[in-house]
């Protein structure tokens, strides 16, 4: 989770020089919703396409590992935003949907075993 979050760091560093340029003053305070938003998106978006291109992000590449539905086939979209947005609400409340998985009998996070996902291990 470490290298994947340093991953969706460069990402977001892009994504806000971008943001900056459009709006001339993104400190302004109206701006902080729209801004928490803008790269809540942008984060979805990395997710969700690699998801749904070939199962694994620039990280899970690294560690040999894809994400894949129950039966083991490639996720859709709607699973694939089914996953982030929930894997988002777990983290939200304490990581919870991380913690999951330290009780789950298949060892898989909650975010994974409500939108039936499951991450396996590949040998390339």
Known sequence: MLYEFLLLLGVWFIASFIFHLVFRDPTALYFKPLFQFYLLSVAGIYFIWFWTHGGRTLAMQTW???????NGNKLSTRQAITRYLLAVIGITFF?????WALFDRD?????????GTRIVKVEN
Not at 64 to 70: D, I, L, S
Not at 95 to 99: A, K, P, R, W
Not at 107 to 115: N, P, S
Request: charged share 25%; aromatic share 10%.
């Open 64 to 70: 040999k590992m894809r994400v894949v539905t129950v």
């Open 95 to 99: 990581g919870f949907g991380i913690i």
């Open 107 to 115: 060892r898989q996070f909650l975010h994974d075993r409500l939108a």
